[in-house]
């Protein structure tokens, strides 16, 4: 925790906007430079940032360590889930356009914002993972 | 003289410099800083060379998860370098051998920017005009039809989730094992199993 009031205050400002920025580059790979990779480190450091200038147990409180697990799974799920959905709905794995039959090209595009969802989801709790074990904080 | 010509000769060198310093220096958590200021530093190389996804990337990973990684293994050891400068001879002599074979294979690589690459005739129109899919292939009215209804102008996206969906989804699955691997590694002991070990 620091006991600097600047760094702080500062730190307590820039969260929320580190956090929007993440899910923009999320939400905008498909448009812009990012992607899930991308936006799931920008995430992480949003959190980082939290228990490096709070105490890590607040951090904890905000985003349980269970809840990071979880997403960890989830994300890697989320990919392979679209993929085998797209084998259910009579496609290739991960043939996107067969999601929507009315629409394939609309139906490519949801299907790459799902699958960088899922990148997103597990490298954002990869990266917090790793940062927690290594400085010992979440039990 | 070409001001992008010095800006990359600049730039190359900052690296270089940067790169050795953070070698050289016995402080560690000056190390660090040095090795975040050269991920910072690639960052702005490849924006230099048009490749905004990987600087993105760099800019994230290199100069910012990365950093925050080995600053938190430096808390738990010391800050300074044990073991002395002493110069490991054979080492030395195979990275040389090794550098120049490789800096021989840049000689035969086609010059930045060439539009006859190799990398550039192949597949790469395929995939910057995105007619490689079955969407494009549907088209019955003869109009040409992109691969995606322009919904995904980055053609970096388009290339790592759908033409090459397979790669990333195993990607995805390394990162996740790695996470999963940390999380067995480091979980603390259970109660029980402490007992056990004391006895």
Request: glycine residues 10%; charged residues 15%; hydrophobic residues 50%.
């Amino acid at each position: 925790m620091s006991e600097s009031v600047v760094l702080r205050t500062v730190g307590g400002m820039l969260f929320p906007y580190i956090l929007v920025y993440g899910l923009y580059v999320q939400m905008h790979g498909e448009i812009g430079p990012g992607g899930g990779f991308q936006a799931g480190i920008l995430i992480a450091a949003a959190f980082i940032l939290h228990s490096l200038l709070f105490s890590p147990q607040g951090t904890d409180r905000l985003l349980p360590s269970r809840l990071v697990d979880i997403a960890m799974c989830s994300g890697v799920l989320l990919y392979i889930g679209t993929g085998v959905l797209c084998l259910l709905m009579g496609g290739y794995f991960l043939d996107y356009s067969v999601l929507i039959p009315s629409d394939p090209a609309y139906a490519e595009a949801l299907g790459m914002t799902l699958v960088e969802i899922g990148v997103g989801l597990t490298v954002a709790s990869v990266i917090l993972t790793m940062v927690r074990k290594i400085r010992g904080e979440a039990t | 003289m070409d001001p992008v010509l010095l800006l990359d000769v600049i730039l190359l060198l900052l690296a270089v410099t940067t790169a050795i310093t953070a070698m050289a220096i016995r402080d560690l958590l000056g190390s660090v800083m040095l090795m975040g200021i050269y991920g910072l530093l690639m960052a702005v190389i490849w924006a230099d060379l048009f490749a905004m996804d990987v600087s993105f990337t760099e800019a994230s990973v290199g100069a910012g998860a990365a950093t925050i990684l080995l600053l938190s293994a430096l808390t738990r050891t010391g800050t300074r370098e044990r073991t002395g400068g002493d110069h490991h001879l054979p080492a030395l002599v195979v990275v040389l051998i090794t550098g120049s074979v490789l800096i021989h294979g840049t000689s035969q690589m086609p010059a930045f920017g060439d539009p006859q690459a190799p990398a550039h005739i192949h597949v790469a129109p395929h995939y910057l005009s995105q007619d490689i899919g079955k969407v494009s292939q549907k088209s019955s009215d003869g109009a040409t039809r992109r691969d995606f209804g322009d919904h995904v102008p980055n053609t970096v996206t388009a290339v790592l989730t759908a033409y090459r969906g397979y790669d990333t989804m195993f990607e995805t699955v390394v990162i996740f094992s790695a996470g999963v691997c940390l999380v067995l590694l480091l979980r603390p002991r259970s109660p029980l199993r402490r007992e056990q070990a004391d006895e």
